[in-house]
């Protein structure tokens, strides 16, 4: 390899100095920051222009929800987002700080309601299936005109009824919520008209408000006078007219149900005022009962027991509800050491009509009815069952009474039902065939047994009852030759009659002395002799009259002297 060596300048040259020129044109590299910050500029504008306000929202529990995915959706649509949550100062609550578009900015008013989506069995539905995949979700109800607010209380459920759907709500008010709770259907005639949407207790504690949803056009059904009642699960009632089961449908069975409906002599009826609050009655039969309002009170004293008899049993008038009882109490009276039985009723006097001229005072009404025997009696109306109720009926028979008054209600006359008048009948007899001398007759028979069997085997007696037959074949010879119409025969027969008259003081002494005058065969014997010997004597008269008159048996007996 070889080596050159360095050629070095010449000394004397000068060296060149550079030479600068200004371009006349502007580069287009420029143009890529000045696009990249007109977008950013524009990206922000829009971004202020489309984000909405930033709320915050209180639940109970965040279970569910995830920040930065969670969204806020009204009708399947997104309207927010959640960004952050956090716990309360006091840790009882959950804070979700959410932002919302613009576009709901304007109706996040006080009455804006949030819940939380989730897969739910509700009453009567399944909502939320989807959740199951996506996640949950919030679930957003606009607000109407008001005051904007950027806070709000969530729900732990959904509404029941959203504010855009048609139809109108009512208040109803009863004495216990039983198996109602929000989202309860409401029937008529059958058909699911609306469902409740609310259920919370009154203020003074006496009973339950409840709020009902009815939809387009059923609302138009719900009139001034309208009847509502429990329709939920399963009526069974078992009473006098036996047992009884009513169900509006299969889901009121499971999940409960309010039924309404309007009287068929009321249907034109004025529609309801705007703040009327309906009475909510426990089933049909006691919408039905509503409709009589006017009662009048009385009070019933039983002797007998009252076992099967309630609160609620019907009181009839031949056959006819015209009322029923209320209540049913023990009194014990500490003067007499007696305990009665005050039974209250209540008589619904429009359900009977009146008839006629006579125009009668209504207090009077019932005074009358008394005194011509109105009296009330306590039957057995099923016989499985054992239910008894009330009975009121004219007993023609009854001994006169009055009304009178115990303590603020008048008291209307009883009497025993028939079960306790069979009863005491029986009673009697048992009393009397018990206090019988049973064993004193007992006692007789067996010494009229031993008497009678003595005495077939006497002689005594069979010369006795020999006398007799020769007495009685005398005597049927005597009565053939009156018959015959012989008059010498007459003084014969006399002479015969006489004989077996003899004949038979004989037997009947002989009889009375075999015999014994504490026997029941002697006394019929002994009858029978006495019988005989009137026959004798009667014949002995006729004898001495024809023999003294033998004419008579041609003439007959005249006006002889």
Do not use: C
Request: no cysteine.
């Amino acid at each position: 390899m070889m080596n050159h060596p360095p050629i070095e300048p010449p000394v004397d040259e000068p060296i060149p100095e550079p030479e600068i020129q200004r371009g006349n044109r502007f580069s287009i590299v420029w143009l890529i920051p000045l696009l990249a910050v007109l977008i950013g500029g524009w990206l922000a504008v829009k971004a202020i222009r489309e984000t909405g306000p930033t709320i915050t929202i209180v639940f109970k529990s965040a279970e569910g929800l995830v920040p930065g995915k969670t969204e806020i959706k009204y009708k399947d649509v997104t309207v927010g987002k959640v960004q952050r949550i956090q716990l309360s100062e006091d840790l009882s609550q959950v804070l979700v700080t959410a932002a919302m578009s613009r576009e709901v900015a304007a109706h996040l008013t006080r009455d804006t309601l949030f819940w939380i989506v989730r897969a739910r069995v509700a009453v009567g539905e399944v909502s939320g299936i989807s959740t199951l995949f996506s996640g949950a979700y919030i679930g957003m109800m606009p607000g109407r005109n008001g005051k904007v607010v950027h806070r709000f209380e969530g729900n732990e459920k959904p509404p029941a009824i959203f504010r855009d759907t048609p139809g109108q709500q009512f208040k109803l008010r009863a004495e216990q919520l039983g198996s109602l709770d929000i989202g309860s259907p409401v029937y008529y005639r059958q058909v699911k008209v609306g469902r409740v949407t609310n259920a919370d207790m009154a203020q003074d504690g006496t009973g339950v408000l409840l709020e009902i949803f009815v939809e387009t056009p059923y609302h138009h059904q719900v009139k001034q006078n309208s009847r509502f009642y429990n329709a939920s699960g399963l009526d069974m009632k078992i009473g006098t007219d036996g047992v009884r089961i009513d169900t509006p449908s299969l889901a009121s069975l499971l999940v409960g149900g309010i039924s309404f409906y309007t009287p068929e002599d009321i249907k034109t009826a004025s529609l309801p005022a705007v703040n009327q609050i309906f009475t909510l009655y426990d089933n049909r039969d006691a919408a039905n009962a509503a409709t009589f309002s006017y009662r009048e009170y009385y009070l019933l004293y039983f002797e007998e027991t009252v076992r099967g008899l309630s609160a609620g049993a019907p009181v009839d008038f031949y056959g006819i509800k015209i009322g029923e009882v209320i209540s049913i109490r023990l009194l014990f009276d500490q003067d007499t050491l007696t305990f009665r039985i005050p039974v209250l009723i209540a008589i619904e006097p429009d359900r009977i009509e009146l008839a006629g001229e006579l125009a009668i005072p209504e207090y009077q009404v019932m005074e009358k009815l008394v005194g011509k025997g109105l009296r009330a009696q306590q039957r057995t109306g099923n016989l499985l069952t054992g239910q008894s109720y009330v009975s009121l009926r004219i007993q023609p028979e009854a001994e006169p009474q009055v009304i009178r008054t115990d303590d603020a209600y008048p008291v209307l006359p009883t009497m025993p039902n028939t079960v306790e008048e069979i009863t005491a009948t029986a009673k009697r007899l048992l009393d009397r065939f018990n206090n019988l001398p049973m064993e004193e007759t007992l006692a007789d028979i067996r010494e009229a047994a031993r008497q009678v069997k003595d005495m077939t085997g006497s002689k005594t007696l069979e010369s006795a009852i020999d006398n007799i037959d020769k007495s009685f074949a005398e005597f049927r010879k005597v009565t053939s030759d009156l018959n015959d119409g012989t008059l010498p025969k007459v003084n014969g027969m006399l002479d015969q009659a006489r004989e077996s008259l003899a004949r038979s003081e004989q037997a009947l002494a002989t009889a009375n002395t075999v015999l014994g005058q504490g026997v029941p065969i002697a006394n019929n014997l002994n009858r029978l002799l006495l019988e005989l010997q009137d026959a004798a004597r009667a014949v002995e008269a006729l004898a001495d009259y024809l023999e003294r008159h033998p004419d008579a048996i041609v003439f007959g007996k005249g006006n002889q002297e």
